[in-house]
């Protein structure tokens, strides 16, 4: 089954204390993003990433880091989380940055006390 | 960069029509999509609409007019499971998504 799996599903945690939210796609997809989602405001691009080893800022790139050193993976790391990070985060891969269909996975909600 | 507006919530009774309108502003535009959300689950994406006219898939179209920076989905034949939230996403010069802020739609029996 076609599918982006993001991990954990539900994640608490505390201020300033390293994490990676792990994203993986098994469509073979070259293009794959993380998005923000909080209430009243949409999805906010955080980071996306075109092919393996080439990433780029989106919207709100502050605080958080991304690598792409495998087609398959895209993991999304806050080096020293703080509470205005809390929010629900979605990973979302696409064919190639040409094809607009956009694949989500389940999304994880994080909390940062 | 790319900003959407679009209305907050929208109601319609179960067999009607609604229409939910985006308006976007953008340096580089390429396209617009619509992607329906259910209770905080994964987005999915409904259609793509790079050149101007309406886009047909079953009970949904989307309408874009490059000149006047408008799109719309139209929902036709309202099911209950069609209440969600609906958003318009702004195709970038780099091919990003831009998403707007989203529409809830409660369909009411």
């Known amino acids: 089954e076609a599918q982006v799996t993001q991990n954990p599903r539900y994640l608490i945690t505390v201020t300033g204390k390293k994490l990676t939210v792990t994203c993986s796609q098994n469509?073979?997809?070259?293009?794959m993003s993380w998005y923000r989602q909080d209430p009243g405001l949409g999805l906010r691009q955080i980071y996306y990433?075109?092919?393996?080893?080439?990433?780029d800022k989106g919207d709100v790139p502050e605080g958080y880091k991304v690598s792409r050193k495998e087609k398959r993976n895209f993991p999304l790391i806050l080096e020293s989380p703080s509470p205005n990070q809390t929010s629900l985060y979605f990973c979302?891969?696409?064919?190639?940055?040409?094809?607009?269909?956009?694949?989500f996975g389940q999304g994880t909600r994080l909390t940062v006390v | 960069g790319q900003s959407l507006e679009q209305p907050s919530e929208v109601t319609a009774v179960e067999g009607a029509i609604v229409q939910i309108n985006c308006t976007y502003q953008t340096s580089g535009f390429y396209g617009l999509s619509w992607y329906q959300q259910h209770d905080g689950g994964a987005p999915t994406f409904l259609s793509y609409n790079a050149l101007d006219g309406l886009e047909e898939t079953g009970r949904f179209s989307s309408f874009l007019s490059r000149s006047d920076s408008y799109g719309y989905l139209l929902l036709q034949e309202l099911q209950m499971k069609d209440s969600a939230s609906y958003f318009c996403a702004g195709v970038g010069s780099a091919r990003q998504l831009t998403f707007g802020s989203g529409t809830q739609l409660t369909v009411l029996p």
């Open positions: 979302a891969s696409r064919l190639d940055r040409m094809n607009t269909e956009a694949f």
């Open positions: 469509m073979n997809h070259e293009y």
């Open positions: 990433s075109m092919n393996v080893e080439v990433t």
